[in-house]
């Protein structure tokens, strides 16, 4: 399932640069698919895009990876390493530098959008100097991140007689910093690039990090919103996960199943006592935890996976889960996959005795765990 969202999403932001209405279309299309219905979400959008070890589906927000885009056109302008770039320098840019050049008149949609993202590339991208041949001496972000003209203005190009194309290389002479002396900005520069280092290699620009060159991916990592790393998601995600089964274990961590108790509040059910007859409001915590059915499935597993523990409230069962099953040993594995397949087995249970009116089920764990768990379970000779 994520497969296909992610390459529908991908599909369209790498081949059009997005109005904001066109990425909500794009959204409401996706949450349609994930959650059916109207789209009306069980968790929240923004925490379905967060990675998977953040706690989400791992789904791209689009509006960060389109402009995560919008960012590799302009490392592409800067490089000048395509036609298309060399063509906005021809048509677009003509003499203008990329950096200043004005956002009105008849500029293009994408154009414009793009011009709009220079402060934020301009926090990313490093203009080391080498020989100064490459680099505006005004204009490019090359004296510790900025332009001698955003520091000191116009008055500045001015007083040092150079025309607005000089090259970094006008300034050094012997390999030497050399700026006229004939103002106080200009004074000011001459102590300033002190300590920027001159070499014969060519001029040269980096992303994030001298050396590195751009990627759109972590282009994105390095401007989208970071949450903290969920401890459970290992308990989740791993590599032999029953894909049915991790998506209600992810439903269930999130609090998103639709128990009676949230029904009753909105008022879509009269009463929300448990299905399973035990007298008790039916929460998440309780119905997955705290109810004797649950509670006697739960003993049931945990003594098949051979641990010795009493039953935990809910977020202590999960964190031990974290703990007691980290990584790919088989005794982990098993943990894990059945650990998924409880919560799960526990809410089709409790549908079935919702909707269809069924009369109670013994537990039985062998009946209930499916299919799909007996056939994961196989390539170890279970
Ligand atoms: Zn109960």
Redesign the pocket.
Known sequence: MKATLVSMQTYWCSTFLLPRSIVKECERVLRKFLWGGHGRGKVKWAEVCKPLNEGGLGIKDMKMWNKALLLKQIWRVLMEQSIWAKWCHAYLLQRFNFWTLPTIGLLSWTWRHTLFLRPLSKEHIIYRCGNGELFSLWYNPWLHGESVHALYGHRVIYDSGLDSLARVKDMIWEGEWCWPQTSCGLIDLQQRVRNIPISSVPDSIHWDKVGEVFSTARAWQGIRGRSNVVPWHDVVWHSKRIPKHAFSLWLALHGAHRTKDKLLAVGVVQDA??????????TLE??FF?????AKGWSDVLSLCNVARPILPWMNGVLWMSTHAKGKEFHNMIRKLVFAATIYHLWIERNRRCFKNQEPHVWNLGGQFDHSLTQTLHPWHL
């Open positions: 006592a448990c299905v399973f007859h035990c007298g008790q409001t039916e309780h119905l705290q109810c004797p059915y649950s």
